[in-house]
């Protein structure tokens, strides 16, 4: 006999919240989460271990929209919130997070400023957010040095793009002079962003890591080393928010 009251009953639990299931006509997952539970559109044809697969591999985000919905529900707005980021590591040294009369989230002054309705999303709009800032200011960084490089060797970048990357600081494609950086120089310290610009321009004259390459490089920015070095001790992807 089937049990009508099944559908209404958990499908599992993400801590104290059940999880409710519908199998419809749909194409893809649809969750839809409350203060106190979460309801899920499934298509049909899922079966329950790869839903519960799912539900597994979202569970860290489901768990944080929870915590926003109750914080939502509980409408104290001047309560501290313990997911929220506080900090980040900008260019060497850690800033403090502002939830302030901002627009749009922005750099100023040793703070990153962000507006206070952010406060209350969950902890990835945030990170999306915060994202965004970094990578504008991580271009415009690369943009100074590269105009400074470039005056200063002749050798031309034609294009760049700023992308997480797990193992590589930088790199060119020599036939078309472009080239890539990665997302977490913005948490290195300046000199050290400067330095992967300047090897990877380099590396426009002379193509391999050899004694030519480096005499060239140091002859460029002499106290190249020492910028380098913090960031071969540093392993990415790094995490940059705390
Ligand atoms: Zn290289």
Redo the contacts with the bound molecule.
């Keep these: 006999m089937v049990d009508k009251k099944k559908n209404h009953l958990a499908f599992t639990y993400i801590g104290d919240c059940p999880v409710y299931i519908s199998r419809k006509n749909v194409k893809k997952y649809n969750f839809r989460i409350y203060s106190n539970c979460v309801k899920i559109s499934v298509p049909k044809n899922k079966t329950d271990q790869e839903i519960l697969e799912v539900i597994d591999v979202t569970r860290t985000r489901l768990i944080s929209k929870i915590l926003m919905q109750q914080r939502k529900v509980k409408n104290n707005k001047d309560d501290e919130i313990p997911n929220v980021i506080t900090s980040i590591l900008y260019l060497g040294k850690k800033r403090p997070v502002v939830f302030t009369d901002v627009e749009e989230p922005e750099y100023k002054d040793g703070e990153f400023l962000l507006p206070k309705d952010l406060r209350y999303e969950d902890y990835y709009t945030v990170e999306e957010q915060i994202d965004n800032l970094l990578r504008k200011l991580l271009r415009n960084i690369i943009k100074v040095e590269l105009d400074k490089w470039e005056e200063k060797t002749g050798l031309k970048c034609k294009s760049f793009s700023v992308r997480k990357m797990r193992t590589l600081w930088g790199s060119v494609t020599l036939s078309k002079a472009t080239m890539r950086f990665n997302f977490y120089l913005i948490a290195m310290p300046y000199d050290s962003i400067s330095s992967v610009v300047i090897?990877?321009l380099t590396?426009l004259k002379i193509k391999d890591?050899g004694k030519d390459y480096y005499k060239l490089l140091h002859s460029y920015m002499p106290d190249y080393d020492e910028a380098d070095k913090i960031l071969k001790e540093t392993s990415v992807p790094l995490q940059y928010i705390f």
Aim: no cysteine; glycine share 0%.
């Design positions: 090897h990877e590396h890591h």
